[in-house]
């Protein structure tokens, strides 16, 4: 059975600080990991993807993966109300297709 | 392009009736993906296709669902006969290729059966 596990939150942080997101997964055969955002009714979007372990930046976000540890987490620097939403860590790979899902990280933004 | 698009966005229902959800792909998408989201279990994988053929569908929770998708451009997911159990909204999403993980979404279908 393959897994995703993630905090539920919510997970509360003051405008302009750094938000950690944090996922665990179980299938080491998983090959990729994906972060998606998604606001309250609406649908996934895909914000960040890693495939080698250590570091990936694209602008505020910072994806992280430590493939050891089956350790995959999210960094969003400069937070911002806006970045307020469900976050979603997903994995790919390892002899499956499609994505698998953690059940995502409720994330709030205190102005 | 404009994205994958999935009719109805609403539908009620009630228990015991046929439900149809359809979905269009991302044009040059070669897989297309069918999701489940409910509050309990998060978001789950039914189905997925890959070049219009049914590659997994162990996801698919009982023999009242079923997916086809006639052509590349085209998807259907119908339950019959529907129960309230199945209330969630339903994803459909394509990527390039069945390894991919940059799945597009669209928008959904709330579902509610009473």
């Known amino acids: 059975q393959k897994e995703v596990e993630q905090n539920s939150g919510p997970l509360s942080v003051p405008e302009g600080a750094i938000a950690s997101l944090n996922c665990t997964y179980s299938?080491?055969?998983?090959?990729?990991f994906f972060w998606y955002r998604q606001y309250s009714g609406k649908s996934p979007e895909l914000i960040m993807f890693i495939y080698s372990n250590g570091d990936k930046e694209d602008g505020r976000f910072t994806a992280q993966l430590n493939k050891a540890s089956q350790y995959v987490s999210l960094l969003i620097r400069d937070s911002q109300p806006s970045d307020s939403a469900t976050y979603l860590c997903?994995?790919?790979?390892?002899?499956?297709?499609?994505?698998?899902f953690g059940k995502g990280t409720h994330l709030i933004i205190q102005p | 392009d404009a994205g994958v698009i999935q009719s109805p966005r609403h539908e009620v229902t009630e228990m015991g009736q046929e439900v149809t959800l359809r979905c269009k792909p991302i044009?040059?998408?070669?897989?297309l993906f069918w999701y489940r989201q409910t509050m309990m279990r998060g978001l789950e994988l039914l189905i997925y296709?890959?070049?219009?053929?049914?590659?997994?569908d162990s996801g698919m929770p009982e023999d009242r669902f079923s997916a086809k998708m006639p052509n590349a451009s085209f998807s259907t997911l119908k339950i019959q006969p529907s129960e309230p159990r199945d209330s969630a909204v339903y994803f459909c999403a394509s990527s390039l290729d069945r390894l991919s993980g940059e799945a597009f979404f669209g928008q959904g279908t709330r579902l509610t059966v009473v």
């Open positions: 044009s040059g998408h070669n897989s």
């Open positions: 997903a994995g790919a790979g390892g002899g499956a297709d499609g994505l698998t």
């Open positions: 299938d080491r055969g998983s090959q990729s």
């Open positions: 296709f890959n070049n219009n053929v049914p590659i997994d």
